[in-house]
């Protein structure tokens, strides 16, 4: 039988996933706008209440608590652009997602070198 | 008979972008990874191919969850982009062929695929970084695109034989188009990589490297695999061989390797280049 286990660590972004997460994956798709990425710094909180997300939701916004977004259905792809209005990027967010500062969240990327006999 | 002069595989992450807008290619994180487009541009610049179709997933641009095609192709004039979110510059439009996407369409429905077509739509970096890295100095304006979009978001997610058979029946439409013009396939993203969670920089160079063998010799062993596995063995985001599959689908009968590359890390991935042309 196939094997459908999520590796720890991952959530998997499914149906079930969507549906609870739809109002914050929402809210960060108007972060591909200029206008909702000033709209949401100018107040965060009222930005969340705007698109209905739950509490928990609007609290891990409130304290970029990246894993309980995901825990709690948001997709990578508009977490994503949640990091990209804080100003980090895809090594800023790994790092925060596993605990590690950015440069050891590179070290262990590093660590898996391959093809880099200049690099 | 169009003709189908090669794939191209390549990653279509924004920080390749980046680099080149930055002018980092000869810098030592870059360099070894860059030398791998040298001999696909020499490629594209000898055989002028006049259309590109180009096989890459949305990343929330153009596509977010409320209307999410599973499979979609463009049949647009042109193809606007955006910063997405990142401050990423946009760059000029994509020109479309959409009498190629048309014949494409009808094609494919008449064999019972039925993709969404998008007569407007945003790209992303998954079409643009490919375009604007092979074709250096925004000379891909002169290479018409038929951007081909597949799921890679939400699950479920086409199958890996699903993607491989869509590609197949895409490369059927390109042969028996009625015209002298010369295509080449895009597949784009991937390889190992995972974005999300604690598991977040996880990469498997060794499976990426069959992938690759697989690519050129049997690409039909890769259909075995479900996304599920491929989460488990190659990220979360290793589901993009998708689309690298649905550009071999393209090709029917045996390819040659000309070019390959796996470079890792490349931002949070490993990064493949692969050229392969019809043997």
Known sequence: MADSSTPHGTYKFDGAMATLGYNLNRMCFTFNEAAGREAFLQDEAAYCDKFGLNEVQKEAILKRDIITLLRNGGSIYYLAKFAGVLGLNVQDLGGIMTGQTTAEFQAYLDSQKVGKPNG | MAKMIGMIGTSHIPAIGRAVDQGLENTPYWVDFFAGYKPMREFLQAQKPDIAVLFYNDHGLSMFLDKKPTFAIGAAAQYENADEGW???????????????????????????????????????????????????????????????????????????????????????????NSEEKVVVLGTGGLSHQLDGERAGYLNTDFDRMCMDQLVTNPEALCQYTNDDLTRIAGAQGVELAMWLAARGCFSGPVKEVERRLVAPISNTAAGLQLLLPA
Request: aromatic content about 8%; charged content about 20%.
């Open chain 2, 87 to 177: 401050g990423i510059n946009p760059i000029p439009a994509l020109t479309g062929e959409t009498e190629l996407s048309w014949h494409i369409i009808n094609h494919l429905i008449e064999n019972d695929f039925d993709p969404t077509v998008c007569q407007e739509i945003k790209v992303d970096h998954g079409a643009t970084v490919p375009m604007s890295v092979l074709w250096p100095n925004h000379s891909y304006q002169r290479i018409k695109v038929i951007p081909v979009a597949i799921n890679c978001e939400r699950h479920p997610m086409p199958k890996p034989s699903r993607s491989y058979a869509f590609g197949k029946a895409i490369g059927d439409a390109i042969r028996s188009w």
